[in-house]
């Protein structure tokens, strides 16, 4: 597994919002999410979360001004983080933690979560934004792109995880 790079180099105010399905809603989250934004985020990254670990990285990190869900009638579907961290990424937004709840795969959920956390950055006068994701994520590595990311190499692994990654996204021809 490699993490890789990705920004939006601007203009940021061009990453217009994406539609949902009837019924899906975005919203900022409250104190009353954190336990379904911990079982979203434990089954989205496979990885233990709980509400303590949501407070300290999400709901009450300085650096995170807000953490955006998308839910339905059942309930959550997926979550987002807008992050701001401008010692490391100096007029930069960082979008952080996105994850989308198996059942809700494939509905634009994740890439109406970025968005909003675009357009958030936007609204706080950054003028770029910067995600990490993982290579074997190849379905949120095509939304970033389709959003207007593009592929940024910190080293040469990374470089070499982008080159055996963008024929799996886009085919070979022969």
Not at 24 to 32: E, V
Not at 67 to 96: K, N
Not at 155 to 171: I, K, N, R, V
Request: charge should be negative; hydrophobic fraction near 45%; glycine fraction near 8%.
């Amino acid at each position: 597994m490699t993490q890789l790079f990705m920004t939006h180099p601007g203009p940021l105010d061009l990453v217009t919002p994406v539609p949902l399905s009837d019924g899906i809603t975005l919203r900022s989250a409250t104190k009353a999410d954190e336990s379904a934004i911990a079982e979203t985020l434990a089954e989205s990254f496979a990885e233990a979360w709980d509400i303590a670990r949501v407070r300290a990285e999400l709901t009450e990190a300085t650096d995170v001004p807000v953490t955006w869900v998308a839910e339905d009638a059942q309930g959550i579907l997926g979550v987002a983080s807008e992050r701001v961290m401008p010692d490391t990424y100096p007029g930069a937004g960082y979008v952080h933690y996105v994850g989308v709840l198996d059942r809700a795969r494939g509905r634009r959920i994740g890439a109406a979560l970025t968005a909003r956390c675009v357009q958030g950055f936007f609204e706080r006068g950054l003028t770029r934004t910067v995600l990490e994701t993982d290579d074997f994520r190849a379905p949120a590595v095509v939304t970033y792109l389709r959003l207007g990311f593009v592929p940024t190499y910190r080293s040469e692994l990374e470089q070499h995880a982008w080159s055996a990654l963008f024929p799996t996204l886009f085919g070979t021809k022969h």
